[in-house]
């Protein structure tokens, strides 16, 4: 199989290769954590024909009796000869029980350059945080960006190939399978089954499923709108369906440990404030909500086009906030490096009353850091409004730059 680059992230890793911490990429399943790794491998065989790499994919057979760290130590016993340069490659870390314990002992003597990739926050949280604190780097691998999404599938950056993307999403394996008909949607509702079976109920020791399964049925419904686990209970309840806000929030959170959704918080525009309910979720791949709740365009293309934007800053290192100023919203406000960007999502402006309500509430905003609105399809008439900036979707996604 062909490997198509990803710079975005492997620029990032680059530099690290060959400093004494290990690299640890995480991401939801499939999003191409070891094709990543794959590169990295590439890049030192291309500056040290000599090193010796040790590579082991945790889900494939061959390493099935590799369980607990002692069987982890005891497979990579004499592997790293001391006349080599010495890398050390693990993909799904977190299928080796106390792996962290072997992890911390190669640190600890220098014996290899280590990187590894785990599907579930709870390795950082938990695992690598309270053995390897200050002794590790995280690299967020997402879902294809719509630039990648165009390089992957060989397709023009046109207004087509964007309806593609929000109806098909950016799972990397999408390009070998294509995007016919419902073919792509049988690929991605067995990813959806893998990941809530085995990386959200298993691992998670999840016991409701079917409650799991209608509570991943509502964020896809209602992407991107302000609710709390509290509100979720009493919809469900109008459902027929008793579960306590306890429960629901802990699968929340079981969702968002695989980053199949990604709880975003609301914070105080200007000021140091996070607020604690009313937060939002978005998918970390748009095909794979599609998958689940089905794609209609009508219905859908808001909720589709804010996701979009929100994995679009996601992508490009952002932290994103929801902005709460005063009883207005702010869509996104994207943080990075001590700057800011803020951002509106609208299906169009063409109405006075929606240009006032979007341009108004970023007009409000008294600092003089990037503001835009996004929308779908209008004519772009450049900067206006008091310095902001109106984008249409296509031009936004396909910018690389930071703002």
Known sequence: MKLTKRPTYTNRIIPF????????????????????????IENIKATDEDANIVYINMEVDDFSYIKTHEDLSAYLKDKFPSDKNNYFFIDEVQEVKEFERTLRSLLAKNTCDIYCTGSNANMLSGELATHLSGRYMVFQIHALSFLEFLEFHQLENKSESLMLYLKYGGMPFLPNIGLEEDLPYEYLRSVYATILLKDVVARENIRNVSFLENLVTYLADNMGSLFSANNISKYLKSQKVDISTQLTINYLRALSN???????QRSEVGGLKIFEIGEKYYFEDLGLRNAIIGFNQLADIHKLMENAVYLHLRQQNFNVFVGKLGDHEIDFVAEKNGKKMYIQVCLTIQSENTAAR???????????????????NDIILGQNKDGIMQKN?????????DN
């Open 358 to 376: 979007e341009f108004g509430n970023l007009l409000k905003i008294e600092d003089n850091y990037p503001k835009y609105v996004i929308t779908l």
């Open 17 to 40: 290769i060959n400093k004494q911490v290990i690299k640890v990429l995480t991401g939801q399943r499939r999003v191409g954590k070891s094709y990543v790794m794959l590169e990295l």
């Open 258 to 264: 695989t980053f199949f959704v990604h709880k975003v």
């Open 393 to 401: 979707l296509l031009e936004f996604l396909s910018q690389q730059s």
